[in-house]
């Protein structure tokens, strides 16, 4: 199977949606692509700070999975159209007004360790 290329791969990410939560930080995903296998959620980083797998989930067809449980033989199934949200359910001071830098590490079984490199601009009220 081809690996996709990053340009590609920042499409899944919906421009607009990164917000500050009372639980943490959220950020959503539609894939546009075609079908995906995400095998790991490695970690999250915005700006400077790093969430680590412990505070990681994932949203998607009303079923909420923790980065913990993630895994080659229990991954997330990402078809085409399907949407989710990114939680990182720890309070952090990490996102600023104007652009913010988004590093998601996640594993795929064919491409192993993928580092996606995403920007967002946020307004805050």
């Not at 607009?16 to 539609?30: A, I, M």
């Not at 990681?56 to 913990?68: D, H, K």
């Amino acid at each position: 199977m081809a690996v996709l290329p990053d340009f590609l791969i920042k499409r899944v990410y919906k421009k607009g949606s990164l917000r500050q939560t009372e639980e943490g930080v959220e950020f959503d995903l539609k894939n546009v692509l075609g079908p995906g296998v995400i095998s790991g959620l490695e970690c999250v980083q915005i700006n400077d700070y790093i969430f680590s797998k412990n505070v990681i989930s994932f949203v998607t067809q009303g079923m909420e999975l923790t980065a913990e449980i993630v895994n080659e033989a229990n991954p997330i199934h990402f078809r085409l159209n399907q949407e989710g949200t990114m939680k990182l359910l720890e309070k952090a001071n990490c996102l600023k007004e104007g652009l913010n830098k988004i590093i998601l590490e996640i594993m795929n079984p064919e491409a192993g360790k993928l580092k996606i490199t995403l920007t967002d601009n946020l307004h805050l009220a």
